[in-house]
């Protein structure tokens, strides 16, 4: 996917209207808050475990977006990858419970674009 696309689907960018937002929380959103998930008060914000795993994926440098790590790593098919908030959550809670071995593939992933560049 390109940039513009792969910017709203994280929620970096109006889904309505393509507006800027900002870095997105990993799924969809509006500036008009009408999509069903930001509804709802319990999902609008990402919950820890989504804030821990893209802290490390941003401070490792990985070249992807959290999500899709997090959706490798779980070994999930791309056809059944989905953005839907809930299921994010699930995924990144799971991650969360073995956070270690979650680190180490991450930087296995660094260290595979190292040497794909030289």
Known sequence: MGDIADGLINGDFDSETG?????????PR????????????SV??????????????KELKIYKKWHHVAYEYRKVPPNKRSLDPR???RVAKGICNEFGAFETYCKTLITKKD????
């Open 87 to 89: 299921s994010l959550q």
């Open 115 to 118: 040497e794909q560049t030289k």
């Open 44 to 57: 609008n914000a990402p919950p820890g475990h989504i804030n821990r795993i893209r802290a490390l994926v």
């Open 19 to 27: 507006e800027y937002l900002g870095e997105g929380p990993g799924y």
């Open 30 to 41: 509006t500036r008009s808050k009408s999509l069903p998930w930001e509804k709802g008060k």
